[in-house]
């Protein structure tokens, strides 16, 4: 039974950074490609980020490009995503996301149906 368990939300005024964290645990196999999604009250859930350790790519939402970096530490079995000059329209409920494929083109899209796992959510908060 995969576990992601997210933190490392808050709140932040804008231009001011943020790093999320996400562990995972109960995994028997790898999980090659893992990813950070972000959902408004009233929207849908958007991919922000993610990384496939076949290739050691990273992926990014248009809306994010430049100002947010998603890392993961194998040894710690945990994915990071490092938040900077964020912006108001970043608050959103983030969640940790995991997938088994071993298709990189499958973790570059970014959607939520290629993926199986979730965690329950951090909550990141830019004021103005």
């Known amino acids: 039974q995969v576990q992601l368990v997210e933190s490392g939300g808050g709140s932040v005024q804008a231009g001011g950074s943020l790093r999320l964290s996400c562990t995972v645990s109960?995994?028997?196999?790898?999980?090659?490609?893992m990813g950070w999604f972000r959902q408004a009250p009233g929207k849908e859930r958007d991919g922000v980020a993610s990384?496939?350790?076949?290739?050691?790519?990273?992926y990014y939402g248009d809306s994010v490009k430049g100002r947010f970096t998603i890392s993961r530490d194998n040894d710690r079995n945990t994915l990071y995503l490092q938040m900077n000059s964020l912006k108001p329209e970043d608050t959103a409920m983030y969640y940790c996301?995991?997938?088994?494929?071993?298709?990189?083109?499958?973790?570059?899209?970014?959607?939520?149906?290629?993926?199986?796992?979730w965690g329950q959510g951090t909550q990141v908060t830019v004021s103005p």
């Open positions: 990384s496939f350790i076949g290739n050691s790519n990273t």
């Open positions: 996301a995991a997938n088994r494929d071993w298709n990189p083109g499958r973790c570059s899209a970014i959607r939520q149906s290629n993926f199986p796992y």
């Open positions: 109960g995994s028997g196999y790898s999980l090659p490609c």
